[in-house]
């Protein structure tokens, strides 16, 4: 995984990103999340502040995909290996900028694995 393209890319997005995961039957769900930052080692986290059917998937070790437009209109796609946080390092930076208005209840951290853009494989 090119961590530098990750990152490059990130620091152009656009507006929210589009979280997906799966049910245990394939049943795909989509949100999309404002409250999201990328760690100094390229890792993708998302506040769960109203996490629900999204929990749901995460506890069933659901697959996921991360979705992003940059200001040039350039989408990306991260598909990924995720971790849920209510405690630690993770969850003490998320807390560090999650606007304190909404819960915070965890970080869902996300190692990507493949870079897409539109159908090219970047990573
Ligand atoms: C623009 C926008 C941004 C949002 N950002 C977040 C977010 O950063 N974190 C979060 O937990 N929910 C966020 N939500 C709420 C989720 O999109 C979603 O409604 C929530 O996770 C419940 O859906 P689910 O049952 O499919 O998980 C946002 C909603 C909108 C419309």
Redesign the pocket.
Known sequence: MNNEMLKQAWEKRDG?VVLTTVDSDGMP?S??????GLSSDNRIV??????????QNIEAKSKVTVLFITLEGKSYQVKGEMEYHSSGEMFTWMKSWNPTKHPGHGALVINATHLYSGKEKLS
């Open positions: 929210a769900n949100i999309y999340a404002t409250c999201v998302i506040a769960d502040n109203y996490f629900y059917k999204t929990k």
